[in-house]
């Protein structure tokens, strides 16, 4: 099996585990309690806290663990909206390719009374800082702006918005759950003000990850209960996977180089092989793009018989699409950079791993090639289109 889908979850390295058993065997205390048992494993989540803070260039006491990444995401804006409020300021600012746990807060948001600006994106889904810069009003809250986007893997210009933020006294949140781990990041440089990770994106665990979130943030907490995570996030702490998500980001910082390095070429290897498929198009930006990410639009197919297809092939790879959730809308991510409704429903998304091997990409190449073909060999769109009874769109 070829598991292509990294940007949906991740393997969890052998260091993480190895780093989390002794916590999920002999070392089962709680951190809250008073005996030295207990405090092993309140040690252990402090060193984390450490590293993870010392990884992303902020201090241990900017860190929050959370369940991952959609809670993190949720407890930043809802705490900027609080702040904003209680000074009057209802305005947030944002854009129509945020994961769907940004997406939805804001709605919920906007049902309380808060204005939401959706700034749009170019055609490789780029936002402009510019765009950023114009929509701030003396009312704006909060700006949320993702760091890389998790469909086409988009790198958006942190830093610069960052700085617009901070110059104008706006809170600046970013949603880095598909960058932690895979981009070098320094929420200094990146004038971050709060930060959303999550570790099964980057070979940790699932169900744990953390906010950043600068001193001086005050931070809302969304779970009611215990005095952990100094009052901002009751709960007796996920030890083993706050453990683990410490020791995987540790490994993907250090071999980050490399890897990106690794991957950037297969993943051009990909996208040169894919784009050979005729009526096909490179979904992002071509070069402010994560290192392992590839996502095409194939004209005259449905991506989810295509999915299917190559699961036939040993193949894991996902569609922008959210078909697959149930619902019949197109990806609101190509959408959003203007892809049409027909071309959307084509499209692919492969997310390699570190350990694929370039036989592998190119067994990649030719079975969607081959998959592409054989769907166009009977679909009706297909049909028309190469009749001229409709258009090429690609
Ligand atoms: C995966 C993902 C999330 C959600 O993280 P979970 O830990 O699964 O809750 C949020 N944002 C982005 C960009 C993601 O890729």
């Known amino acids: 099996m070829i598991y292509a889908d990294n940007a949906a979850t991740t393997k969890l390295s052998r260091t993480a585990l190895n780093a989390m058993l002794p916590f999920l065997k002999e070392l089962y205390g709680n951190p809250s309690s008073l005996y030295s048992f207990g405090q092993k494993a309140k040690d252990a989540v402090e060193l984390a806290r450490e590293n993870i803070a010392r990884c992303i260039g902020g201090s241990p006491r900017e860190i929050i663990f959370t369940s991952g990444g959609s809670e993190a995401d949720n407890q930043a804006i809802l705490s900027a909206a609080a702040i904003g409020r209680k000074r009057g300021k209802t305005h947030i600012i944002s854009d129509t390719i945020e994961h769907h746990a940004v997406l939805h807060t804001l709605k919920k948001l906007e ?21 950023v810069a114009a929509a701030i009003k003396d009312s704006t809250c909060l700006v949320t702006i993702m760091y890389a986007n998790n469909e086409i893997v988009t790198i958006e210009p942190i830093k610069e918005i960052g700085e617009i933020c901070r110059k104008r006294g706006v809170l600046f949140h970013t949603d880095a759950v598909q960058a932690v781990g895979h981009l070098p990041i320094n929420v200094e440089n990146d004038n971050i003000d709060m930060l959303s990770a999550s570790a099964h994106k980057f070979h940790g665990p699932k169900g744990t990850g953390f906010l950043y979130a600068k001193k001086g943030v005050a931070l809302q907490n969304l779970i009611e209960g215990g005095a952990q995570e100094r009052g901002k996030r009751a709960g007796t702490e996920n030890v083993a996977g706050i453990v683990g998500m410490s020791a995987s980001l540790s490994e993907a910082v250090e071999n980050m180089e490399y890897n990106a390095k690794k991957l950037t070429a297969l993943r051009d290897r990909i996208i040169k092989g894919l784009s050979q498929i005729s009526h096909s198009a490179l979904n992002g930006d071509e070069r402010m793009r994560l290192p392992s990410n590839v996502n095409f639009c194939f004209e005259g197919i449905e991506g989810e018989s295509l999915l299917l297809l190559l699961d036939d092939k040993g193949i894991c790879a996902s569609s922008g699409s959210a078909c697959t959730s149930g619902s019949l809308d197109p990806s609101h991510v190509l959408l959003s950079i203007g892809r049409v409704h027909d071309v959307a429903h084509g499209s692919l998304r492969l997310s390699i791993g570190e350990d694929i091997t370039e036989e592998q990409a190119d067994y990649i190449i030719k079975a ?27």
């Open 368 to 394: 969607v090639g081959e998959v592409v073909s054989h769907l166009r060999g009977f679909s009706p769109v297909w049909r028309d289109l190469i009749s001229g009874k409709r258009e090429f769109i690609l």
């Open 111 to 131: 049902k309380e009374g808060f204005e939401v600006t959706y700034l749009p994106v170019d055609k490789n889904g780029l936002v402009r800082a510019a765009d």
